[in-house]
C-alpha cells in the first residue's frame, strides 16, 4: 500500500461493491415505481424528468437538462425533441447565446406536467414507503449528508446549485398549493407491497 493511501485494496473493493449494490437496488424500486406512475400518459423516464427540470429550471439549456437529469447531451437533446414534436416543449437560441439550445415549457407540457404531479401517491413509491420507520423513529426524512457529499466530489458545485434550486422551487410550488397532509395507515404499506 502506497503510504499516502489510507484504505486497502480490500476496503476500496468492499466499499465500492456495497455502494453499487446499494444504488443499482434503490434505483431499481425507484425507477419500477416511476415508471408505473407515469405509464397512463404516454412518457418514459427521462421525458417525464425532462419536463420536471424545464419545468423549474424556466428556459434550461439542454446542457442543464443533460448536467442535473444525469444523462449524455444526445440523450437530453433526442428526448427533448420527442416532446417538442408533441407539443410540450419549444427550442429556442438566446440573442447573445447562439451556441446552446434552450428549452421551455409549452402550455401543454405544462399542463401534462402537472397532470402527472396530481396523480403522485406517496404509498405506490416502494422507497418512500420504506423510509416511513426511519421518519417516525427520528421524525424526519433521511437527509443523506454523506451521499450528497459524494454526489457534490462526483459532479461538482454546479450540480449540487442546480438540485438546492430545484428543491426549493418544489417547497415553493407546493407552499402555494398547500396540500393536504398525506397520512398513510401502515397495513395500507404493507398491502401495496405485499
Request: net charge negative.
Given at each position: 500500500m502506497n503510504k499516502d493511501q489510507l484504505y486497502s485494496f480490500q476496503e476500496a473493493m468492499i466499499y465500492s461493491h456495497k455502494l453499487s449494490q446499494i444504488s443499482k437496488a434503490l434505483w431499481k424500486s425507484v425507477e419500477k415505481d416511476w415508471q408505473n406512475w407515469i405509464k397512463d400518459y404516454g412518457l418514459n423516464i427521462n421525458e417525464h424528468h425532462i419536463l420536471w427540470i424545464a419545468h423549474h429550471l424556466e428556459g434550461a439549456s439542454i446542457s442543464d437538462i443533460a448536467k442535473f437529469g444525469v444523462m449524455h447531451v444526445s440523450t437530453a437533446f433526442n428526448f427533448s425533441k420527442k416532446l417538442e414534436e408533441q407539443g410540450y416543449l419549444t427550442f429556442s437560441k438566446k440573442e447573445d447565446d447562439?451556441?446552446?439550445?434552450?428549452?421551455?415549457?409549452?402550455?401543454?407540457?405544462?399542463?401534462?406536467?402537472?397532470?402527472?404531479?396530481?396523480?403522485?401517491?406517496?404509498?405506490?413509491?416502494?422507497?418512500?414507503?420504506?423510509?416511513?420507520?426511519?421518519?417516525?423513529?427520528?421524525?424526519?426524512?433521511?437527509?443523506?449528508?454523506?451521499?450528497?457529499?459524494?454526489?457534490?466530489?462526483?459532479?461538482?458545485?454546479d450540480f449540487m446549485s442546480i438540485f438546492s434550486k430545484l428543491e426549493e422551487k418544489i417547497e415553493e410550488s407546493l407552499g402555494e398549493q398547500k396540500p393536504a397532509p398525506v397520512i398513510i395507515a401502515a397495513e395500507e404499506i404493507a398491502s401495496t407491497h405485499s
Amino acid at each position: 500500500m502506497n503510504k499516502d493511501q489510507l484504505y486497502s485494496f480490500q476496503e476500496a473493493m468492499i466499499y465500492s461493491h456495497k455502494l453499487s449494490q446499494i444504488s443499482k437496488a434503490l434505483w431499481k424500486s425507484v425507477e419500477k415505481d416511476w415508471q408505473n406512475w407515469i405509464k397512463d400518459y404516454g412518457l418514459n423516464i427521462n421525458e417525464h424528468h425532462i419536463l420536471w427540470i424545464a419545468h423549474h429550471l424556466e428556459g434550461a439549456s439542454i446542457s442543464d437538462i443533460a448536467k442535473f437529469g444525469v444523462m449524455h447531451v444526445s440523450t437530453a437533446f433526442n428526448f427533448s425533441k420527442k416532446l417538442e414534436e408533441q407539443g410540450y416543449l419549444t427550442f429556442s437560441k438566446k440573442e447573445d447565446d447562439k451556441r446552446n439550445t434552450y428549452i421551455c415549457l409549452t402550455p401543454k407540457g405544462e399542463e401534462l406536467l402537472l397532470q402527472t404531479l396530481s396523480t403522485y401517491d406517496p404509498a405506490k413509491f416502494g422507497v418512500f414507503s420504506a423510509s416511513l420507520p426511519i421518519k417516525d423513529l427520528f421524525g424526519s426524512f433521511p437527509e443523506f449528508p454523506e451521499l450528497m457529499s459524494i454526489i457534490r466530489n462526483l459532479y461538482g458545485d454546479d450540480f449540487m446549485s442546480i438540485f438546492s434550486k430545484l428543491e426549493e422551487k418544489i417547497e415553493e410550488s407546493l407552499g402555494e398549493q398547500k396540500p393536504a397532509p398525506v397520512i398513510i395507515a401502515a397495513e395500507e404499506i404493507a398491502s401495496t407491497h405485499s
